[in-house]
């Protein structure tokens, strides 16, 4: 599955919303704080991310190399931001050394930068040139720098500004860079080879074809829901755009330990198995999706709690629905 795309057919703010979701970036409502430079690209991060109800801020890193240019940038990204400006105090001789100092500030916040699909193509295209790899931007860095962008194209950011009346400045020094180069000439040149040359560049991070056919078929299914089951009492789960990975049905004829639980019965027939959306109350009309909810399980925690079964019949919810004759312990928090 690709880690980059959303779904085409959704508008620019629900693919980031999508994308914020599917990968836990930010919490719903939650503070972030967006490296600003003043482009299309980090004006429509700010905006977007304010659109979609998060508590936004932003920082501008001076690092001087253009001089009145670069003083004009702070000035702009303080006034339509907000932001704070920080001077960089090193003189960087590469643009990975630029990288590192603006990721050096603020390293207790969220921070958030305006990565897009096409900064992603770019650095696949420099990566595979420059060291043989096809390895892309991550959605998320280990120092918890989060891409909300990174399901948009670069083109989508500018119409949303556009869109919105927001101006952006233009960065004169791009074209001198290496990235510059890929933009500029690389990436045109393969345009003429094939013109979808940018989505099957992107495609190189897709890992389905070392993937089993059966679990690379779960991948690209377009049904809501769908299983497969992978040998060693594992199954790959996929529900619309969440995938994970649980134990298959235990026969419930000696105790189960499954999670924090341990579940034990005398009745026949019965089995312990994870939750499956659509899966009802034995003898009710009630979800246990709806059970969840009124128990207030976070969703997070669903897919690894288990269900006491007899065929496709729910039981038992160990530690929220109780049947005669199955105890269920939680010998783990």
Partial sequence: MSTTCCNPCLNVLERIESHVRRHDLIEPGGEVLCLVSGGADSTCLFHALSELGYRVSALHVDHGLRGEESDEDARWCAERFGAEVVQAAARCATEAELRDVRYSFRTNALRATGHTLSDQVETIVFRLATRGTTTGIEVRRADDVVRPLLCVWREETESFCLERGLAWREDSSNAGTLRGLVRHRVLPLLAQLHPAARENILRSLDERRTMPPALAELLDSTTGSKRVDLGGGVQAVREHDRLWLEEGPRALDRPVEW??????????????????????????????????????????????????????EVVAVPGIVEAEGVTATRVAD
């Fill in 259 to 312: 999670g924090a639980w341990r579940i034990e019965s005398q009745l026949p027939g019965l089995k312990v198995r994870g939750w499956r959306p659509g899966d009802r109350l034995a003898g009710r009309s009630k979800k246990v999706q709806d059970v969840f909810v009124d128990a207030k399980i976070p969703r997070s925690d669903r897919e690894a709690w288990p269900l006491v079964v007899r065929g496709d």
